[in-house]
């Protein structure tokens, strides 16, 4: 953004906090305690708004409360991040432009603002949000500001589409834990680093991992549901099959969930993949049961056994773990589209001419998708580490290439691809790089070729 800040009302309502490296959101009932946070950002150089969503960094620091924040248009734009006070800041509109449900689970949070950035881009192309708690739960969220030196606030605009899709949503989990039977079943385990799954034939050795999602922050027409676990087999050999189970009571707590409490789960396997050795994302498909859930009550429970009682433990990163946390990823279900997109991020200043010229446009990228499965990059956006998923389709040797938005080649790489499906990582972080929007292409002597749009926090 342009500006950020918090501010804060009684006692503080004359004191700035723009220089903050976070701002907080919070509605109380006792003068002085409530927060809100402003932004400001430029549109300059946006030729079109497809779609735009605001992107915040954080969580609910109060402890497992989940709290909606709600963003306001601000028409007056001439707040600075070193001026504004509670006294001083401009009065939002009174109709909320969307809103998203924060837990205490470290995450991008997004805000779907369409409408409003559409209505400034044809006025003063300078747009202006106030953040604030909904309701009046007296508790803090935190978020990462642009004086922050990674996760900043971001407006993510999609400047044109064809078929108007958005992207994968990825969501973590709000509530994971593994439970163990035999002597252990009255133990919580929900404060682990580590969640374990094991199927064994002897009592006390079995563990089954539980994990829930919230679908709050899916606003698209569900396509396609992965759940993704971090981990490894442990315990060496040859892959362990593991099922994962829907379950529909949602009620079960992270804090207190034992063998002896945990709900049953459902007695079909909703699908299954070969965990190895190899320390690395996971997936499995539950595209049918997370639909179910979202005209439900928008809330996903997952149970992870090895129903073949293989008596080996597969290790995975719970929340609690500092990075490669459970995901659910949800596909834009409503059409096939090809999308330029432009990430406004806070160290990111100059013309945004880039988007439409350079070496890779909107009609490029188009050309580029083929009749065979394509590759996925995840997490997009990325921080440290990339992961390429090949299809099974894919093998033999490839040219990997990022080039930035003006068209300069950044980094280049030949890998080998195994056939039968291979999971490539990259660590982004060594590379470098600016925050911003970046093309990745793979190539190879054959001539298949594939681009795809990279964005890097």
Same mark, same amino acid.
């Given at each position: 953004?342009?500006?950020?800040?918090?501010?804060?009302?009684?006692?503080?309502?004359?004191?700035?906090?723009?220089?903050?490296?976070?701002? /907080?959101?919070?509605?109380?009932?006792?003068?002085?305690? %409530?927060?809100?946070?402003?932004?400001?950002?430029?549109?300059?150089?946006?030729?079109?708004?497809?779609?735009?969503?605001?992107?915040?960094?954080?969580?609910?620091?109060?402890?497992?409360?989940?709290?909606?924040?709600?963003?306001?248009?601000?028409?007056?734009?001439?707040?600075?991040?070193?001026?504004?006070?509670?006294?001083?800041?401009?009065?939002?509109?009174?109709?909320?432009?969307?809103?998203?449900?924060?837990?205490?689970?470290?995450?991008?949070?997004?805000?779907?603002?369409?409408?409003?950035?559409?209505?400034?881009?044809?006025?003063?192309?300078?747009?202006?949000?106030?953040?604030?708690?909904?309701?009046?739960?007296?508790?803090?969220?935190?978020?990462? %500001?642009?004086?922050?030196?990674?996760?900043?606030? #971001?407006?993510?605009?999609?400047?044109?589409?064809?078929?108007?899709?958005?992207?994968?949503?990825?969501?973590?989990?709000?509530?994971?834990?593994?439970?163990?039977?035999?002597?252990?079943?009255?133990?919580?385990?929900?404060?682990?680093?580590?969640?374990?799954?094991?199927?064994?034939?002897?009592?006390?050795?079995?563990?089954?991992?539980?994990?829930?999602?919230?679908?709050?922050?899916?606003?698209?027409?569900?396509?396609?549901?992965?759940?993704?676990?971090?981990?490894?087999?442990?315990?060496?050999? %040859?892959?362990?099959?593991?099922?994962?189970?829907?379950?529909?009571?949602?009620?079960?707590?992270?804090?207190?969930?034992?063998?002896?409490?945990?709900?049953?789960?459902?007695?079909?396997?909703?699908?299954?993949?070969?965990?190895?050795? #190899?320390? #690395?994302?996971?997936?499995?498909?539950?595209?049918?049961?997370?639909?179910?859930?979202?005209?439900?009550?928008?809330?996903?429970?997952?149970?992870?056994?090895?129903?073949?009682?293989?008596?080996?433990?597969?290790?995975?990163?719970?929340?609690?773990?500092?990075?490669?946390?459970? #995901?659910?990823?949800?596909?834009?279900?409503?059409?096939?589209?090809?999308?330029?997109?432009?990430?406004?991020?806070?160290?990111?200043?100059?013309?945004?001419?880039?988007?439409?010229?350079?070496?890779? %446009?909107?009609?490029?990228?188009?050309?580029?998708?083929?009749?065979?499965?394509?590759?996925?990059?995840?997490?997009?956006?990325?921080?440290?580490?990339?992961?390429?998923?090949?299809?099974?389709?894919?093998?033999?040797?490839?040219?990997?290439?990022?080039?930035?938005?003006?068209?300069? /080649?950044?980094?280049?790489?030949?890998?080998?691809?195994?056939?039968?499906?291979?999971?490539?990582?990259?660590?982004?972080?060594?590379?470098?790089?600016?925050?911003?929007?970046?093309? /990745?292409?793979?190539?190879?002597?054959?001539?298949?070729?594939?681009?795809?749009?990279?964005?890097?926090?």
């Amino acid at each position: 953004p342009l500006a950020d800040a918090s501010v804060r009302d009684g006692a503080y309502s004359g004191k700035n906090y723009g220089d903050d490296t976070s701002f /907080l959101v919070k509605s109380s009932p006792n003068s002085g305690f %409530s927060r809100e946070a402003y932004l400001k950002f430029s549109l300059s150089g946006v030729p079109k708004v497809g779609k735009a969503k605001l992107r915040i960094y954080g969580r609910s620091v109060s402890g497992n409360s989940s709290v909606t924040v709600g963003c306001y248009a601000v028409n007056d734009d001439s707040w600075t991040e070193p001026g504004i006070t509670w006294s001083t800041a401009p009065v939002s509109l009174t109709t909320v432009l969307g809103s998203v449900l924060v837990t205490n689970s470290q995450q991008y949070y997004e805000i779907d603002v369409t409408s409003f950035v559409r209505s400034q881009l044809s006025g003063d192309k300078v747009v202006s949000f106030v953040l604030k708690d909904v309701g009046t739960s007296d508790k803090t969220m935190e978020f990462h %500001s642009r004086e922050n030196p990674q996760d900043r606030p #971001q407006l993510l605009i999609l400047t044109d589409s064809v078929g108007g899709s958005t992207g994968p949503t990825t969501v973590n989990t709000v509530a994971d834990a593994s439970v163990r039977d035999g002597s252990y079943a009255t133990k919580n385990y929900g404060s682990d680093g580590s969640l374990l799954v094991k199927g064994s034939p002897k009592v006390g050795f079995s563990r089954n991992t539980y994990l829930r999602f919230p679908l709050s922050s899916v606003s698209t027409t569900i396509g396609t549901a992965k759940v993704r676990v971090y981990g490894r087999n442990t315990s060496g050999g %040859s892959g362990v099959k593991m099922d994962v189970y829907g379950l529909d009571n949602d009620t079960w707590g992270e804090g207190t969930i034992t063998w002896n409490t945990a709900p049953a789960a459902q007695t079909i396997s909703l699908g299954s993949v070969t965990v190895t050795d #190899q320390a #690395q994302y996971y997936e499995i498909d539950v595209t049918n049961y997370v639909k179910s859930q979202a005209s439900g009550d928008k809330v996903v429970s997952l149970v992870l056994k090895d129903a073949g009682n293989a008596d080996k433990i597969l290790e995975f990163n719970s929340k609690e773990n500092g990075q490669y946390p459970p #995901q659910l990823v949800v596909t834009d279900g409503s059409q096939p589209m090809t999308t330029l997109s432009r990430q406004i991020t806070p160290a990111e200043q100059q013309p945004d001419s880039a988007i439409t010229s350079g070496a890779y %446009s909107l009609e490029e990228a188009s050309d580029n998708i083929h009749n065979f499965e394509s590759p996925k990059l995840y997490p997009n956006p990325v921080h440290n580490r990339l992961t390429i998923e090949f299809p099974t389709a894919w093998q033999g040797a490839y040219n990997i290439q990022i080039i930035d938005g003006g068209g300069r /080649l950044q980094s280049t790489e030949k890998v080998r691809v195994r056939p039968g499906g291979y999971n490539l990582g990259i660590n982004i972080g060594e590379l470098k790089l600016k925050p911003g929007i970046y093309f /990745l292409k793979l190539n190879n002597s054959s001539g298949r070729s594939e681009t795809f749009k990279l964005f890097i926090n």
